[in-house]
């Protein structure tokens, strides 16, 4: 078991609505980073925090935000859901930028319909 | 085409056998390399990582990295069933870019 906690573990959500998903870095590691995971794909890189500022970002569209708090926690969040947005969303803490010793969450399962 | 190409598999192997997984990228900006396994239903575990070419062995895991030809391989010895898993490279410069993922099964 990893120190990264996501919340929830499971969402349904229609389309054009709102999500946030929640994340609890491990203990110490200031640089968090998200990822889409469709189902048998490899994870997407979305963006990457650092110490609260935005460090990168994937080929999403604007309509993908996020922000880092000051304990490191971290929330994604998603504005007018499409039914392709429906996926694993994980999240990864670590002490570098390069994550090169990232641990990752147990992952948020979204669905929208 | 991807930045990442991973062999698809899947791959099904008797238990003790030794395991090749391998991967091949176009980015020669990338400068680490990862291996990290995803049970089912869970999110990906470092196995390992390496900076640059050549091997680096862990257990029962070696992580082979050939800069001159962007391509990394991960051997598994003596695999076990509890190896059953999907494995998937990534690799950095900046951000993480991951392959696909090969699924493993080992038969006891």
Known sequence: ETGVTQSPTHLIKTRGQQVTLRCSSQSGHNTVSWYQQALGQGPQFIFQYYREEENGRGNFPPRFSGLQFPNYSSELNVNALELDDSALYLCASSLDLMNTEAFFGQGTRLTVV | ?108
């Not at chain 2, 999907?86 to 080992?106: P, Q, R």
């Open chain 2, 1 to 108: 085409q991807k930045e990442v190409e991973q062999d698809p598999g899947p791959l099904s192997v008797p238990e003790g056998a030794i395991v090749s997984l391998n991967c091949t990228y176009s980015n020669s900006a990338f400068q680490y390399f990862m291996w990290y396994r995803q049970y089912s239903r869970k999110g990906p575990e470092l196995l390992m990582y390496t900076y640059s070419s050549g091997n680096k062995e862990d257990g029962r895991f070696t992580a082979q990295v050939d800069k001159s030809s962007k391509y990394i391989s991960l051997f598994i010895r003596d695999s076990q069933p509890s190896d059953s898993a999907t494995y998937l490279c990534a690799m950095s410069e900046s951000k993480s870019t991951f392959g696909d993922g090969t699924t493993l099964t080992v038969k006891p």
